[in-house]
């Protein structure tokens, strides 16, 4: 169910329940206007709406009409529709006098709530705002105008647990936008630090990537919701960072469930919370956004410009940080901004180096199909040279526009197709198609050494495969136990094995082993990690089946730091004869590798450790 639907059950619902308890539409109050019946489809008809708001609002105070429908909850949901009928008028002073009248109305209700308040109670406080919960899930034009009374539906001076309750629930129930929901926030004295007050042009920030991506980080950033990680999860996750690294900032943008469910654990650890007010954010704040700085050294996020499906509302990650950066930090960051950056990105698919950006030529494909104007990888032309070099001058193209973004030369992981005969193109883009749906830093790591030099360490699922028949029983029951599997060991056993014969083990196969191949051929010192790919009907959960038939557990989604001792850091896989061979793969390609308690939903909607980090780190 999409989130505006969620919104039109969970509010229309009550206000449902509350017409039952009165069962009469109709008000006896003497001077009350005579309220509209409501229209079995669709909306009140302005004809019908407009007089009754303005008698409404001409006859009765906003506060009277909060004692009457208090006591006759029943007249509330016509009364509000009509309202939210007379919201669209023409005559903009009627449309004024409504936005008044609704928000004095939503302000006097709020005054009245208990200390001590119920979910119904807040259920009643979003219906007031809102106005009209149907028409503001579904009716665009609508929601724009509501919107100006949402805004200012919440006053500084009401108990802050309370105004904090308010603009959580208002953020799960509603299809809010999030300026929206941030003005809301200021109003209601939450938020001193307005997102949109930091926002600068990309070419006015005057700032580039000053790191290589290996140097010490300074501070984690982590988004740990209460609906992808419980409270032990999260606790047992981050007194492992802490552990690791005793220095480090730790920033978790987390809901008010996390808040709780951690406790004084937050205080313990050094962690800061910043509140997300429960959007709907995801576990990896690594794909949206990469970390700059100016010349002065003032931080700023750089945000993609391309939407995730499925993940829009991580674009508005980096405002939520901005808005509850610690003041020390921020002043240490020099008053961190964000921008949008001038080309599409996903993070993960790009990997950062003291000399060059490394991708593959799925790291680009957004862009790429904006170049082309096509909704698909246009896979129908690729059996002549000229169908594939339209696609590949245009994966270079996009390859271009992320150079310069990046400000660093962007190699690729594996040859492209170009000069080679048309079978050969063929052959290769049918390779290289076999990572398709795969983020890169899942399946490929590279660990630069002294002297400029490189190691690679390139997935395999051939040698996840050999460890998948050779692991002891007790590896797949805790294997079992750390995602939650529906089948005892054995059968998770042989169902790895099965997925690994099938057609998207062998197409990812086919596409490392011409990474390691073409790597090898640039001088890069090369490794093998093993992969192994877990069917998703082994998952418990319906709701993580859905996307991918599979799920990674990857030894390649880590962050590495050099310097006196070249370190590497990522989830335990919860398959400890994996977790030894990668530990051993690490040290002998000079990194210690730690191992952190994995956030488990991470996993098995195929994100690890990296894709559930970001970072700032120490500057040059």
């Not at 299809?175 to 997102?195: C, H, K, N, Q, Y």
């Not at 290589?212 to 990680?229: D, K, L, P, Q, V």
């Not at 240490?332 to 964000?338: F, H, L, N, Q, T």
């Not at 180096?353 to 909704?375: C, G, M, Q, Y």
């Amino acid at each position: 169910m999409t989130r505006t639907g969620r919104s039109v059950v969970v509010i229309a619902v009550t206000i449902a329940a509350t017409c039952l308890l009165a069962g009469s539409l109709r008000s006896t109050q003497a001077g009350f206007p005579a309220i509209p019946d409501l229209p079995s489809s669709g909306w009140p008809l302005p004809e019908k709406a407009e007089p009754f708001a303005r008698a409404l609002i001409a006859r009765v105070p906003p506060e009277q009409l909060d004692t009457i429908t208090t006591t006759n909850p029943g007249i509330l949901p016509a009364i509000l529709r009509n309202l939210g009928t007379a919201l669209l008028s023409h005559d903009r002073s009627l449309q004024r006098a409504v936005k008044g009248y609704a928000t004095a109305l939503v302000h006097a209700h709020a005054r009245r709530i208990p200390l001590h308040f119920s979910d119904d109670d807040l259920h009643l406080l979003v219906t007031l705002q809102v106005i009209d919960p149907l028409r503001y899930g579904e009716d665009e034009e609508f929601r724009r105008v509501a919107d100006t009374i949402v805004r200012r539906s919440l006053d500084a001076s009401l108990p802050e647990t309370l105004r904090r309750a308010a603009v959580n629930e208002i953020n799960r129930a509603a299809p809010i936008s999030f300026d929206t929901a941030e003005a809301l926030a200021v109003s209601a004295g939450l938020v001193a630090r307005p997102s949109l007050a930091r926002y600068v042009e990309f070419r006015n920030a005057n700032a580039k990537i000053t790191t290589n991506g290996t140097e010490a980080i300074e501070a984690s950033i982590f988004s740990i919701n209460s609906r992808f990680a419980s409270a032990n999860e999260a606790r047992a996750f981050l007194a492992a960072v802490r552990a690791s690294a005793p220095q480090r900032r730790i920033i978790v943008i987390g809901d008010s469930d996390t808040r709780r469910g951690l406790g004084a654990d937050l205080k313990r650890l050094r962690v800061d919370l910043i509140d997300n007010y429960s959007r709907p954010l995801t576990l990896w704040p690594r794909d949206p956004f990469f970390v700059v700085r100016t010349s002065g050294g003032q931080v700023v996020f750089v945000n993609r410009p391309n939407l995730q499906h499925g993940r829009e509302e991580d674009s508005n990650m980096v405002r939520v940080l901005i808005e509850g950066l610690p003041q020390t930090l921020d002043a240490r960051w020099k008053e961190a901004r964000w921008t949008i950056g001038t080309t599409s990105f996903h993070n993960g698919q790009v990997l950062l180096t003291p000399e060059a950006a490394w991708i593959s030529f799925h790291s680009v494909e957004a862009r790429a199909l904006e170049i082309i104007a096509s909704d698909h990888v246009p896979t129908e032309d690729f059996g002549s040279v000229s169908g594939i070099a339209r696609y590949m001058k245009a994966v270079r193209q996009a390859a271009e526009e992320l150079s310069r973004m990046v400000g660093r030369p962007v190699r690729f992981v594996h040859e492209l197709p170009g000069a080679q005969s048309l079978a050969a193109q063929t052959e290769l883009m049918t390779t290289l198609g076999g990572a398709a749906g795969f983020d890169l830093d899942s399946i490929v790591t590279l660990l630069p050494q002294g002297g400029g030099s490189m190691t690679a360490l390139v997935g395999d699922p051939s040698l996840g495969t050999k460890l998948a028949a050779a692991a002891p029983a007790d590896d797949w029951r805790e294997l079992q136990k750390t995602y939650a599997l529906n089948a005892d060991a054995k059968s998770i056993r042989d169902a790895v094995l099965q997925f690994h014969v099938s057609s998207v083990a062998t197409g990812l196969q086919r596409f490392l082993d011409r990474c390691a191949r073409d790597l090898a051929a640039r001088g890069v010192h090369v490794r093998r990690l093993p992969l192994l790919l877990v069917p998703s009907s082994s998952l418990s959960i319906d709701e993580d089946r859905k996307d991918n038939p599979y799920f990674l557990v990857t030894w390649n989604n880590v962050v590495i730091e050099r310097g006196t001792a070249n370190h590497a850091e990522g989830f335990a896989s919860g398959f400890p004869s994996g977790d030894h061979t990668a530990r051993q793969t690490f040290n002998s390609a000079g990194y210690r590798l730690a191992l952190f308690p994995p956030l488990p939903r991470s996993v098995v909607l195929n994100g690890g450790y990296r894709c559930a980090s970001n970072e700032v780190r120490a500057t040059n």
